[in-house]
Structures are given as structure tokens and as C-alpha cells.
């Protein structure tokens, strides 16, 4: 069943101007050499004053044909909604670009098999309802003709201050520095607020859970690289 959960980040009086970068970028199978993760989320709070983002995320997953410009995903051609177990069929008509129908395929895994003729690029995404194409999530780069993607995709968000980077950037290596936070979106309540602060002492920053309405909270989330 298909689920949507809304997170939200903020901030209060900083202390430093700082980009948080989201990123699904746990491990994956060939991750770095034949798919690569991107950019989600980008935004950046400033020093002094109250910031917030809200995201949206939605289990509807789909593959699509992404339009890329200077290493950024800028949009897609098409797409295909997919379910867990679930096939498609990248073909060309012309010009024109299809996803089949998913048909049934191998639980636990989506599936899409290129018979376009040529070699093309593809993405996995989500899809909100309200969206017409996919945010995309894995990049798969050049996937020759009669060849197929095998995906097998857990919504691991990771967090990251880090300004090095744009929104839709397709991550070509690992981020260098550690992530601060990572969350199993699925085991998440519908909606989520999270509070970013530094420490001045050691210019180390925390995502922590708040309570509703406050920038407060005892609640203690995974933080990686602590």
C-alpha cells in the first residue's frame, strides 16, 4: 500500500550560514559505477533567524527517462508508476519514448529492461500524487539495449551540510564528509519535524525530532557520524 510522509526541517539563530543536502544514498548494488544516487533536497538556512523546509515523500515508486543538463537531472520524458515485484519495458516509436504496462516480475525488485534500440539513460524515482513526473532518487547511467535494471530500493535518507552541491545533482562519488543524520522513511510517523542545530564549540551539527510546535526535544534520532 502506498504511503506518503511529509518531514520537516528547521531552524533557529544558527550561527552559520549552512546548506542541508538529502540524499538516498545508502548502500546499493553497483552504487557509484553503474547507478548513481542524487540531490533530493536542497536548502540552505541562514545565521541568525527562524528557517524551514518541508519535503514530501511517497512510496509510489516509477522509473523514468530523466533529461540531464551539465550533470543535473532537469526533468523526464516519460515515466512508468511501479509496484514491489514489478516489470517495464523502455521502448522507442520514432522519436517517442514508452514505459510498457509494469507487468509481474520478481518480488522485491523492479525491473526495467531496455529495448529502445540504443543506449539510454534511467532513472528510479518517487512520485507524489500530485506531481506528474518522478523526483528521481538513482541515476542509471548509459543501460545498453537488450540489457535490464534490477532495483532493489529501501528510502534510506541521509543528511548533509554541505554547500558543494546542487539541487537534482547526480552524485558522481560519495560525499566526503559524514552524514549527520539517517532514517528508514517507511518506519516514520506521517508527519516529522526535525531540528537542525550546531554546536559552537565544535562546529558539529545534530538533526534532532521536536516536539510538536517547539524547537525542543529529548527524543534522540540515528545520527551518523557523531
Not at 32 to 37: R, V
Not at 58 to 82: H, M
Amino acid at each position: 500500500m502506498t504511503y506518503v510522509k511529509n518531514l520537516s526541517f528547521q531552524t533557529k539563530d544558527l550561527g552559520k550560514k549552512s546548506t542541508l543536502l538529502l540524499t538516498f544514498d545508502s548502500s546499493v548494488k553497483g552504487l557509484y559505477q553503474t547507478c548513481f544516487p542524487t540531490v533530493c533536497w536542497l536548502t540552505t538556512f541562514g545565521q541568525t533567524g527562524s528557517y524551514r523546509i518541508h519535503v514530501t515523500y511517497s512510496s509510489q515508486l516509477a522509473f523514468s527517462r530523466p533529461q540531464l543538463k551539465n550533470g543535473n537531472i532537469i526533468d523526464a520524458e516519460t515515466c512508468v508508476e511501479l509496484n514491489d515485484g514489478e516489470k517495464t519495458t523502455l521502448t522507442r516509436d520514432g522519436s517517442v519514448f514508452q514505459f510498457s504496462n509494469p507487468v509481474k516480475g520478481v518480488p522485491g525488485y523492479l525491473e526495467a529492461l531496455n529495448d529502445s534500440g540504443s543506449i539510454q539513460d534511467i532513472a528510479l524515482g518517487f512520485k507524489n500524487p500530485r506531481d506528474l513526473m518522478p523526483t528521481p532518487v538513482v541515476y542509471f547511467k548509459e543501460v545498453e539495449d537488450a540489457s535490464k535494471i534490477v532495483a532493489e530500493f529501501t528510502p534510506i535518507l541521509r543528511a548533509y551540510v554541505t554547500a558543494d552541491y546542487q539541487h537534482t545533482t547526480i552524485l558522481q562519488e560519495a560525499i566526503e564528509i559524514p552524514a549527520i543524520w539517517e532514517q528508514n522513511i517507511a518506519s516514520l510517523s506521517e508527519s516529522t519535524t526535525w531540528n537542525l542545530t550546531r554546536d559552537t564549540a565544535t562546529g558539529r551539527y545534530n538533526l534532532t525530532q521536536a516536539d510538536e510546535g517547539t524547537l525542543n526535544s529529548s527524543i534522540k534520532p540515528t545520527v551518523v557520524g557523531a
